[in-house]
Nanobody
Framework: QLHLVESGGGLAQPGGSLRLSCAGSAFDLQYYAIGWFRQAPGREREGVSCLDIRGGSMNYADSVKGRFTISRDNTRTSLFLQMNSLKPEDTAIYYC?????????????????????WGQGTQVTVSS
């Protein structure tokens, strides 16, 4: 079983930056995608950003495009989310996850389908 541990969350002011990390055993071709999701109080969990491992492409939610950047280290054991120009609406618990099988036709790696492994989450709060 893959164990994922998030870190790097905390309190930031609007316009500030945070860098989230997700430590795992390995992020490689055994997974279709790896990504970041978030859930705010009273809201459904949403996909933030994901990396298509086999294709190499990266996807972002429209709400974070241009502000957030997903990346993986050279050893393929850690996943990162660089968050810049933070907004109060970015406040949520952020989770990293690994996709072990594809979702139905029409879905993307930003959807929840096929994600078997999840971290415990890290709290991000954006407030002045």
């Amino acid at each position: 079983q893959l164990h994922l541990v998030e870190s790097g969350g905390g309190l930031a002011q609007p316009g500030g930056s945070l860098r989230l990390s997700c430590a795992g055993s390995a992020f490689d071709l055994q997974y279709y995608a790896i990504g970041w999701f978030r859930q705010a109080p009273g809201r459904e969990r949403e996909g933030v950003s994901c990396l298509d491992i086999r294709g190499g492409s990266m996807n972002y939610a429209d709400s974070v495009k241009g502000r957030f950047t997903i990346s993986r280290d050279n050893t393929r054991t850690s996943l990162f989310l660089q968050m810049n120009s933070l907004k109060p609406e970015d406040t949520a618990i952020y989770y990293c996850a690994a996709q072990t099988h594809l979702g139905p036709a029409g879905s993307t790696c930003l959807d929840h389908y096929g994600y078997e492994y999840w971290g415990q989450g890290t709290q991000v709060t954006v407030s002045s």
